[in-house]
């Protein structure tokens, strides 16, 4: 059974810092092209930041560009999203996502299998 399960949310304070994890079983992350969605209550989903599976390219969003990173971990078969500079309109559920296939990655939907979900909340 594929699954993947998003941890590491919480609440933090405005300036702080967290790192959101994207755990996978079933299936092998690097042969799949990795997204991280948010949406906060009333809003859309947007897409924050990806990973392609061709050649390992990175995207964000340009309210998380310089603040967000994305990064793999093979070993442990886990994306990752650091999040740090957090501001309360990052507050939001988080989700990742995933496609098979060696292709680039998008802030789009264009993935298959997603995550339940790990809630951030930035406040003072």
């Known amino acids: 059974q594929l699954q993947l399960v998003e941890s590491g949310g919480g609440l933090v304070q405005p300036g702080g810092s967290l790192r959101l994890s994207c755990a996978a079983s079933g299936f092998t992350l690097d042969y799949y092209a990795i997204g991280w969605f948010r949406q906060a209550p009333g809003k859309e989903r947007e897409g924050v930041s990806c990973m392609s599976s061709s050649d390992g390219s990175t995207y964000y969003a340009d309210s998380v560009k310089g603040r967000f990173t994305i990064s793999r971990d093979s070993a442990k078969n886990t994306v990752y999203l650091q999040l740090n500079s957090l501001k309360p309109e990052d507050t939001a559920f988080y989700y990742c996502?995933?496609?098979?296939?060696?292709?680039?990655?998008?802030?789009?939907?264009?993935?298959?299998?997603w995550g339940q979900g790990t809630q951030v909340t930035v406040s003072s």
């Open positions: 996502a995933a496609v098979r296939g060696f292709r680039l990655c998008s802030l789009r939907n264009m993935y298959d299998y």
